[in-house]
């Protein structure tokens, strides 16, 4: 029965980080269908599993329950867009205070790779782009060591992703690495203020990449927008 149990978790935790990547790289859009049986044949498992990696991402937000049993991907209106903006300014502002002067040399060349690795992506606009600049935020907050607060910024910067989906230029990351490397240049030279003004000012940018408006109707497969991912995790 255990092995069963972790066989089934196992399957859940592929199609969960499967669903996840797609809405994060924004493949998958706010409003898409996510039907259980299209994705179960997907990945070739039960509804069950799927119903589990559902309820993971209903729990961080990044999808949403409807009375007919179809989930979809979260579509956030404008008042939560700015909520969510609002607090990613106030806990990644933080993240840059309590970072400054005390990350080690390690921790600093991580940081300047993962730059490196975004000025090196041919295509500034390209999901990997997208993607490369979010764990830019995950990896700062992860150097806290505060499990708390790298989970809520994890969460934000996720359904930040949404926002800019719906509302902004799918994949945009205009200026986001020059603005990433001004962050660490402070951080790494223990200039407290400095980094919390960068910090704030490259949210301020990300915010305006996403004018408000209503996002535009679509015709997509979600088993072929999932098959490449199916077969990455498989």
């Known amino acids: 029965m255990g092995r069963a149990r972790a066989g089934k978790t196992s399957r859940s935790d592929k199609i969960y980080a499967a669903l996840r990547q797609a809405i994060v790289e924004q493949t998958l859009r706010p409003g898409d269908r996510l039907p259980e049986d299209a994705i179960g044949d997907c990945f070739g498992v039960s509804r069950t599993s799927v119903r589990a990696a559902l309820a993971r991402l209903h729990a961080e937000r ?3 329950a409807r009375r007919n049993r179809v989930a979809i991907v979260a579509s956030p209106d404008p008042t939560e867009a700015q909520e969510i903006f609002d607090m990613r300014r106030c806990l990644e502002q933080e993240v840059a205070r309590r970072l400054a002067g005390r990350l080690t040399a390690a921790q600093v060349e991580t940081l300047e790779q993962h730059v490196r690795l975004e000025e090196q992506t ?4 390209s999901q990997a ?3 490369l600049a979010g764990d830019f935020h995950r990896l700062l907050a992860g150097m806290v060591n505060n499990r708390v607060l790298a989970r809520y ?3 934000l910067v996720s359904r930040s992703s949404l926002i800019l ?3 902004g230029q799918a994949h945009s990351t205009d200026c986001a690495v020059s ?3 001004a962050i660490v240049a402070a951080l790494s030279r223990g200039d407290a203020a ?6 704030q000012h490259h949210l301020g940018t990300v915010e305006k990449r996403s004018s408000i408006k209503e996002g535009d109707a679509r015709t997509y497969d979600v088993g072929a927008i999932l098959k490449r991912y199916a077969v990455k995790e498989a």
């Open 62 to 64: 990044l999808v949403e």
């Open 194 to 199: 400095a980094a919390v003004q960068a910090m």
């Open 165 to 167: 989906a719906l509302y």
């Open 129 to 131: 782009a997208s993607q």
């Open 122 to 125: 041919s295509a500034p606009d």
């Open 153 to 155: 910024v994890s969460e």
């Open 179 to 181: 603005e990433h490397r």
